[in-house]
């Protein structure tokens, strides 16, 4: 007999989820709040251009992905990033400089120190760190130097995490970086060491290559829905409660029609966010519910622009991050139509520009035209841009990244606690396991063999 599962929210990582336990033959039901599937990725077609309101690109940087990407091919078209748009460009004294993708580039670039260059030879040969909590800032000032900081990780930060270095525990938000030292006592070391491993068929797919779908990341989320079958999904769900049962659990919402609903199910499975975990689940204590909710969330403003005819500075590149040390009022600007076919008319461009942030949060408050005026002007500063756009559109997150800082512990084991306790169910999203589109899709897909597997005990 295979078990009753219920998913509470079809963004990524639930209809991932699905996905796996429907074609293993579960019944699935995936409980969404809102009126459509994908959660924060959708992608709009619109006078020509095709712009994402949420996420603009994910990394093959699992195989995981790799396997869902290859499974969906017949319907699904890979989009992968254009060679010619793989420059990263940071700003230094309001001028564009590309992020060294060599060793002769590394020893030219202005962005960081010579001072700092020389140090890193002796990263090789640096402790490594025993601090487990140290923060990123920390780390990288110990191995690398000041200039990597403030040039390399804090604008990377900026594009990824939308944080502060100094308050990023790499042990939980780059769990792959923290490894890297603990296991190879050096960044360097380490990354060679390990381009020598052995590597399956599916591992040498990891491509780290940047991905996006023709006609957008949407099509992932809906190609994905439509396998599970819409009958599966239930959106408009409100007054969602569960309670455990002596086995199980019980299931009460009201769905579009207002009409209560009430299901019985042998594995529940969350991906929402912390504040929407204490409405759902009332017997999670509150001293539990105190630990997860000291998760921070990164506020967003993303704005779409689009030019029919562009007319500024060339864009071939990925796009542009902007380092805290030159306090601007926009984090980056990514180039969709440099890095992926069809995003704008023939001769046009497509930007995305974020705003917000751990570090400007005040954005996400600011009116419509103030952060369109803002915004123009630093295309004008930036990108040499003098026309007034042909679209621009203004999408605001207010819980758009979960910052891994050092409540996390805490987080994780409250939640590793309340799972032991209610056997079945299972806390998940990105209040864990990373915040990528790939880590999204290795979560649910753990959780899918997990849920077999227990089944099958
Ligand atoms: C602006 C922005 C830009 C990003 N850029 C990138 C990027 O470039 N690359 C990348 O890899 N990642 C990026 N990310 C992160 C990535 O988009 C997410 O990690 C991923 O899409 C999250 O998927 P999810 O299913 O975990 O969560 P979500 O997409 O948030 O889905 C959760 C779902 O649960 C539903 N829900 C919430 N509460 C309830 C409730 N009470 N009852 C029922 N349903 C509920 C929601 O409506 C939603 O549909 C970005 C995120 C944002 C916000």
């Known amino acids: 007999m295979k078990s009753k599962v219920v998913i509470i929210g079809a963004g990524l990582t ?23 599937t994908g959660g924060v990725i959708k992608t709009v077609e619109e006078n020509g251009f095709v712009y994402e309101k949420g996420p603009n690109t994910g990394v093959i940087s699992n195989v995981e992905t790799v396997k869902l990407i290859d ?21 230094k004294n309001k001028k564009w400089e590309p992020l060294p993708d ?13 001072k700092d260059k020389f140090r890193i030879l002796g990263e090789p040969f640096r402790p490594k760190g025993t601090n487990p909590e140290e923060t990123l800032a920390d780390l990288v000032r110990r191995r690398l130097g000041n ?59 990891v491509t780290k290559d940047v991905f996006s779908f023709n006609g ?57 966010s912390v504040d ?32 029919k005819q562009w007319q500024g500075m060339p864009l071939a590149a990925f796009g542009g991050l ?9 984090l980056g600007i990514l180039f969709p139509s440099a890095i992926f076919k069809g995003r704008a008319p023939e001769g046009g461009a497509l930007l995305s520009v974020f705003m917000g942030g751990i570090k400007q949060p005040q954005w996400y408050d600011q009116t419509d035209a103030a952060i369109e005026k803002t915004v123009t002007e630093h295309l004008h500063n930036l990108l040499n841009s003098d026309q007034k756009p042909d679209l621009l559109r203004i999408f605001r997150y207010k819980e758009a990244i979960p910052q891994y800082e050092l409540s996390s512990g805490e987080r994780f084991n409250a939640i590793d606690e309340i799972e032991k306790t209610y056997q079945g169910l299972y806390l998940a999203g990105n209040i864990r396991n990373g915040i990528g589109m790939a880590d999204r899709i290795k979560q649910g897909t753990d959780l899918a063999k997990t849920v077999i597997a227990n089944n099958n005990e």
Do not use: C
């Open 147 to 205: 200039s990597f900081l403030d040039y390399a990780i804090d604008p990377f930060i900026s594009g990824i995490y939308a944080g502060n270095p100094e308050m990023l525990i790499p042990k939980y938000a780059l769990p792959k970086l923290y490894q890297l030292e603990q296991d190879y006592g050096s960044f360097i070391k380490g990354a060679i060491q390990k381009a020598k491993l052995p590597k399956s068929e599916w591992e040498k797919k």
């Open 276 to 307: 929407a975990v204490e409405s759902i689940f009332p017997f999670i204590t509150s001293s539990a519910l105190e630990k997860m909710k000291a998760l921070r969330y990164a506020k967003i403003v993303q704005v779409a622009v689009g030019f």
């Open 71 to 91: 499974d969906l091919a017949e319907e699904l078209q890979l989009a992968v990033a254009n060679p010619a748009a793989k420059k990263r460009l940071i700003l």
């Open 322 to 330: 902007i380092p805290s040390k030159e306090n601007q009022a926009i």
């Open 102 to 114: 060599g060793l002769w580039n590394a020893v030219r670039t202005p962005l960081f120190t010579w």
């Open 216 to 272: 957008g990341l949407q099509k992932l989320t809906d190609t994905l829905a439509s396998k599970i079958g819409q009958e599966n999904i239930i959106t408009g769900v409100s007054h969602l409660k569960i309670q455990p049962l002596e086995k199980g659990f019980s299931v009460v919402y009201q769905n579009e029609s207002e009409a209560s609903q009430t299901e019985k199910a042998d594995f529940v499975i969350s991906t929402v």
């Open 14 to 36: 639930g209809l991932t989820t699905a996905y796996y336990l429907k074609k293993e033959g579960y019944d699935v039901s995936i409980l969404e709040q809102s009126n459509e």
